[in-house]
């Protein structure tokens, strides 16, 4: 008798120059939020879209998995995404640095 299991597409890194996240999203961090940046370019132009993304609504998949499933909706392209915490979320940035930790 086969069991069947819930399985994610598998699917792999279009280019072996980008850089996965590793592990898995941690939503107990301050960081709530991530910027998803596309970086598809085919050497006459690139996309360069962003997106903020809360990191609550992503799936339980390891980066790398999550990575490879992104389509940028602006150029179509998919697994072009480079990951950035938003560091928005726990830094103020309009504060002066001379404030910091006041």
């Known amino acids: 008798m086969h069991r069947l299991t819930p399985r ?20 107990r961090t301050q960081v709530k939020t991530v910027i998803a940046y596309c970086l598809w370019a085919d050497g006459q132009k690139s996309c360069g879209h962003s997106a ?3 990191i609550a609504d992503l799936p339980d998949w390891d980066w790398a998995d999550i ?11 998919v697994g072009y995404v480079n990951f950035r915490a938003n560091w928005s979320d726990v830094i103020d940035f309009d504060k002066p640095a001379s404030e910091a930790g006041k």
Request: aromatic letters at 12%; a positive charge; glycine letters at 6%.
């Open 52 to 54: 903020v993304m809360k």
């Open 8 to 27: 994610k597409p598998w699917r792999k890194k279009p280019a072996d120059w980008l850089r996965y996240w590793t592990g898995k999203p941690d939503r």
């Open 67 to 77: 990575s490879a499933h992104m389509r940028c909706t602006v150029c179509g392209h």
